[in-house]
């Protein structure tokens, strides 16, 4: 199979249905699938949080999640089988979901730590963007993934 | 002679600028990346911090903040504040 | 919520229902639902699998995962909301599962760490046994997990 | 005087022995968890490799293997063998 077939990513407005992501990725040679599931909270730092609002550099951000995609396939003592990455863009109430990954390997191990590798990598680089709104109905904010602060300082604004 | 760079904006440095692009002027022997940033935060002095802490994208690929580039007017450019996806 | 409201056990025979345990651990407070799905692979070190057949010691099952889940909820820095393990027993076919374990918690990396030490320890600990049938018609083999040795000499049967 | 025992079994003990339990008699002053493994290896040879790998359970929790512990006729004690569950 081709690294292309064993990909599938989406970037869009739709409620993520878990059941075609854990299709998607299945496989008979697999004996494990290993998934991270983010949710809007309902507090951020004591704040009551009402929603996320999501914004994509689209064609990039499919690039960026690509490449993550690609970099777990050629590692992981080549053990995973299929990756699936679904972001939600757009409003996100509390108890829905932003990003889905779903990953399937021969054994556990591998697709465990690619999850998390694959998250903490999304997080860093994709060029998607939240905006938090609060239930006290003071000003939204803009957040930063601590990640992603792209230079060595610390005067960045979140 | 100057060249003419679209610059595509997002999130917060989209929302303070109220558009999604800009257009930027540039002299021919000076169209590099240092020179775009330098000239947007001249021309836009309301997002400064938030460039110090951007990246540049060109034609969708993230520009190291220490490389100076060059840049033509067919490039796709577009700044990047920090991510917060997930 | 007293721990038990917070920690969903079953050892049954029915096909695992993904929505339904995602249900479980769903919480407003949590921004992150870890996974581990366990699937029959078709191969086992190059023999094709048809099916393996698992068996339990249940009371004792149940009150070692329940002993897991509570090891958790007192961990991972206090940071995890709900548990959920699902562990089927009888026949399972190649591509069905036999456990799902998911876990919500506040920030991702609490619940990444927590379904990777649960699958880990139920490995080792809990009292499921499981039979490898092959497709080649040669005896099936009861399996022992590696991680099950009690005790530290080589001479373990698998 | 003696104590009846009845021991579950599981997996490929049960499956040897054909029975998933057996009732083993041992003397009131010898009814340990190490004379009752003994006695199993003595009555049934073909299970003495995997009683080597296999731990008892009381009532529901293991027993350490280096432990000779006391065991009444109304315990519940299993034999378990290496567990392969997930």
């Known amino acids: 199979m081709t690294d292309e077939s064993r990909i599938k990513i989406e970037v869009n407005e739709n ?8 299709k998607i990725v299945s496989d008979d040679s697999s004996g494990a699938t290993s998934s991270f599931l983010g949710t809007t909270r309902n507090e951020f730092k004591g704040k009551g949080v009402e929603r996320l609002e999501y914004e994509t550099y689209k064609p990039m951000a499919i690039k960026e ?15 995973i089988k299929k990756i699936g990455v679904v ?30 590798y694959a998250i903490d990598t999304i997080k860093s680089t994709v060029p998607i963007w939240k905006k938090e709104f609060y239930t006290d109905g003071s000003e939204n904010q803009w957040k930063g993934n601590c990640e992603s602060c792209h230079f060595n300082n610390n005067n960045h604004p979140h | 002679m100057s060249n003419q760079l679209k610059v595509l904006l997002f999130a917060k440095v989209k929302e303070v600028l109220g558009k999604d692009s800009i257009t930027i002027d540039l002299p021919i022997d000076k169209s590099t990346s240092f020179n775009l940033i330098q000239k947007l935060k001249d021309i836009y002095p309301q997002i400064t911090s ?18 100076d580039i060059a840049i033509c007017p067919s490039d796709e450019i577009a700044i990047i504040p920090p991510v917060s996806g997930g």
Not at chain 1, 96 to 101: F, K, N, V, W
Request: with cysteine; proline share 1%.
């Open chain 1, 15 to 22: 409620i993520i249905d878990l059941n075609y992501w854990y």
């Open chain 1, 65 to 79: 999640i690509e490449k993550i995609c690609k970099t777990i396939l050629n590692g992981f003592e080549g053990d």
């Open chain 1, 87 to 116: 972001h939600r863009i757009g409003n996100v109430p509390v108890g829905e979901s932003s990003i889905l990954i779903v990953i399937s390997s021969g054994h556990r191990k591998s697709s465990l730590e690619a999850v998390h």
């Open chain 2, 50 to 67: 938030i460039l110090e802490v951007s990246l540049l994208a060109i034609n969708q690929e993230y520009i190291s903040s220490d490389q």
